[in-house]
């Protein structure tokens, strides 16, 4: 189901847009598409880092080999 979100860049995202599109030649909607994709690569990426954190004790030299 299609949703429409309003969205009124301040003159700095407005910037960044007309530099991305400019220099890429893809539209808006695709460089926020693009940029969606980032954030959630940077959420993942945040949470990998704190499982790594969490389990920084774990020693599984001692296990068996999985394959």
Not at 24 to 41: F, K, V, W
Not at 51 to 56: C, E, L, P
């Amino acid at each position: 189901m299609p949703t429409t979100i309003g969205f009124r860049p301040t003159d700095e995202d407005q910037r960044i847009i007309d530099t991305v599109t400019q220099l890429t030649g893809e539209s808006a909607s695709d460089a926020l598409r693009r940029a969606l994709r980032l954030l959630d690569r940077e959420i993942w990426l945040r949470q990998a880092r704190a499982d790594m954190a969490a389990n920084s004790d774990e020693d599984i030299s001692g296990e068996p080999d999985a394959w």
